[in-house]
């Protein structure tokens, strides 16, 4: 079993910044893949950035050149820096190990 917390989300004025963190424990395999994903109201979940064990990165279209993701592989941590924040990108975010365990979710709301 793995176990995922993430934290670091809140309310924040449109431009501003935040950054998530998702803390991984249990069975956790020295390859893997971490993503990022969100949810808003009335839609489906869809991926935000992920990135591998090795440091290959991938970011949805809409959020290129705003967030960038990061790991630190000795505390089974990863990050998710957003920067000018829209309030599009209101939603609840979750992390997601290997494609397999979800943690709860912090939510994330823009203001505009």
């Known amino acids: 079993q793995v176990q995922l917390v993430e934290s670091g989300g809140g309310l924040v004025q449109a431009g501003g910044s935040l950054r998530l963190s998702c803390a991984v424990s249990?069975?956790?395999?020295?390859?893997?893949?971490m993503g990022w994903y969100r949810q808003a109201p009335g839609k489906q979940r869809e991926l935000v950035a992920s990135i591998t064990s090795g440091g290959s990165t991938n970011f949805a279209d809409s959020v290129k050149g705003r967030f960038t993701i990061s790991r630190d592989n000795a505390k089974n941590t990863v990050f998710l820096q957003m920067s000018s924040l829209k309030p599009e990108d209101t939603a609840v975010y979750y992390c997601?190990?290997?494609?397999?365990?979800w943690g709860r979710g912090t939510q994330v709301t823009v203001s505009s």
């Open positions: 997601r190990y290997n494609l397999a365990y």
């Open positions: 249990g069975s956790i395999s020295s390859r893997n893949t």
